[in-house]
């Protein structure tokens, strides 16, 4: 039991630092990624090639002066940003960062928690995530603020429904599992789920784009309309924890596509790799080979989804809209009943 | 402690949280308070669902009620911006004849109830009743009918809703014209 504790504990720790660490470093690759994409050189001055300056930033955030409107309502104000970065966080414990260790015949999962019911966990926390902006964006009783925290938890609700059905064509395409675990394991035969899945995981990424409320879709925080959108009226670190919650949404999410439909820790021929190395299976050289795969197939995403809001221009309010309720959810309904006649035929689905 | 299990603490510590925040819902003064402690509310009786190994239904619980109603809830709310100092004074007579009916409605629950702590509580099942794969069982084979017959009532009910929610277009091309 002790043991359990402990492992469970250290792993928990884990993914909470590396997130938070990779959080932060996504605003400088975000920096740089931009100024590659502008042929310009991006932060450059703080440390080699500018590497300090997450920590420059988080300095300053730290010691800025905090401003709390008098009419705004503090308790709120102040939960506001709190809410958000837990949400964030939550749902990284899903992810499975590399095979299973076994040590003296015990297996150890790398993951924080295998729930059974895992995918529609995903989906709950994404959905509650909405309340940490809503709160914030109330509370600061300012319209600007309000207008944008609206906008932020429409287009979430809206995108959530195309996202959540190109999710069950997925399970059903992956052998009916709802575990994350499972869904990762069942691509061990070297076929991702990106080959029956594409449609859905076009689907899926574009609502991935739309939930982090990232360009083109990050009319929450339209400048040019509303001033800075939710947190218009936050300063010094809350204003950063907002920020950092957006960077640590956009690396569990980048996790959750690399798991759903590209394998996960898994790569074609991982087993004749891992012969041919002469390591066995479940020892501690080979989860740490899949955890490297795992995370340079996230960071891959995660560079996507700069690429992205570096080259699109933002959308407007109606076309956002348009696209989520009128292009993406009858496309995704027709991927699934796509996916259920083919799986039939495959003979996977019985009565 | 104190002879109990840690489920009974879990479940005493849950049950006074979800009866609190009960109680906060209804003597907030500012409705989107309100609609947060429902909230808690909300997590609470997911929380309770756990208890009874209802893994799924938790999560659905807190997926459809939280993240989903609520968040309209609070979206009207927010966009009607209602708060105390637009809340309505009340006259003596709309609080007596309030208070009377929620006496009546006590008195009818109360009775409801009274007798029912001779019912004999059976516990059946396992602990894996809860699962995704036993409930889609049951429900997609003892219980089909009913699904079906829910499914179609949620269809005529989504149809209904759009229809009240549509625009009328001939009336409105006719006022722009004016």
């Known amino acids: ?351 | 402690m104190l002879g109990y299990t840690i489920t009974q603490w879990l479940f005493g510590i849950l049950a006074f949280m979800a009866i609190m925040f009960g109680l906060m819902v209804v003597f907030s003064r500012n409705p989107v308070n309100s609609v947060l402690y429902l909230v808690l509310t909300f997590f609470c009786i997911a929380g309770h669902y756990l208890l009874l190994n209802a893994q799924f239904l938790a999560v659905v619980h807190i997926a459809v009620y939280a993240g989903a109603i609520m968040v309209l809830f609070l979206f009207v709310i927010m966009l009607m911006n209602l708060n105390q100092d637009s809340e309505p004074q009340r006259t003596m007579i709309s609080k007596v004849i309030a208070g009377v009916i929620g006496g009546l409605l006590l008195l009818v629950v109360v009775g409801a109830l009274r007798g029912s702590e001779q019912l004999a509580i059976t516990r059946y099942g396992h602990s894996e009743i809860g699962l995704v794969r036993n409930l889609g069982r049951v429900l997609f084979d003892e219980y089909l009918f009913p699904f079906e017959i829910v499914s179609v009532l949620l269809l005529a009910a989504l149809v209904g809703a759009i229809m009240i929610g549509k625009k009328e277009d001939r009336p409105l091309a006719e006022s722009n014209q004016e």
Not at chain 1, 1 to 19: D, G, H, T
Not at chain 1, 102 to 109: M, S, W
Not at chain 1, 146 to 168: K, T
């Open chain 1, 1 to 351: 039991m002790e043991v359990f504790i402990i492992y469970k504990s250290v792993i928990a720790l884990a993914v909470f630092a590396v997130s938070l660490g990779i959080a932060a470093y996504s605003t400088w690759w975000e920096r740089k990624f931009a100024g590659l994409l502008q042929d310009r050189w991006g932060p450059s001055r703080a440390g080699k090639w500018g590497l300090l300056q997450p920590l420059a930033d988080g300095g300053k955030m730290l010691f800025k002066e905090e401003i709390i409107p008098n009419v705004s309502n503090r308790f709120l104000f102040v939960l506001a940003p709190g809410l958000f970065i837990i949400t964030a966080i939550m749902a990284g414990v899903l992810i499975p960062w590399a095979p299973s260790v076994v040590i003296n015949g015990e297996t150890y999962a790398m993951q924080v928690a295998d729930l059974n019911v895992g995918v529609i966990f995903l989906l709950s926390v994404t959905s509650v995530g909405v309340y940490g902006i809503m709160i914030g964006g109330w509370a600061s009783n300012n319209k600007y603020s309000l207008l944008g925290a609206i906008r932020a938890s429409a287009q979430m609700i809206s995108y959530e429904l195309a996202m959540g059905i190109s999710l069950i064509a997925l399970i059903i395409s992956a052998g009916g599992s709802l575990s994350f675990a499972d869904i990762v394991k069942a691509q061990d035969a070297g076929i991702a789920n990106i080959v029956p899945q594409f449609f859905g995981f076009i689907i899926f990424f574009i609502c991935a784009l739309a939930e982090t409320n990232r360009a083109p879709f990050d009319l929450a925080e339209c400048e040019t309309e509303l001033v800075g959108g939710y947190h218009t009226e936050y300063s010094a670190f809350k204003l950063g924890l907002f920020l950092f919650a957006e960077y640590i949404n956009m690396f569990v999410s980048s996790a959750v596509m690399a798991g759903f439909y590209f394998g996960g820790y898994n790569f074609p021929f991982a087993h004749e790799v891992y012969q041919a190395l002469g390591l066995a299976e479940g020892s501690i050289a080979v989860s740490v080979i899949g955890f490297l795969v795992y995370f340079t197939k996230t960071l891959i995403f995660i560079s996507v989804f700069m690429w992205v809001r570096w080259t699109l221009p933002r959308f407007r309010y109606d076309q956002l809209m348009n696209l989520g309720w009128k292009t993406l959810l009858p496309l995704s309904l027709l991927n699934l009943a796509i996916t259920v006649v083919v799986e039939i035929f495959r003979g996977n689905i019985t009565f």
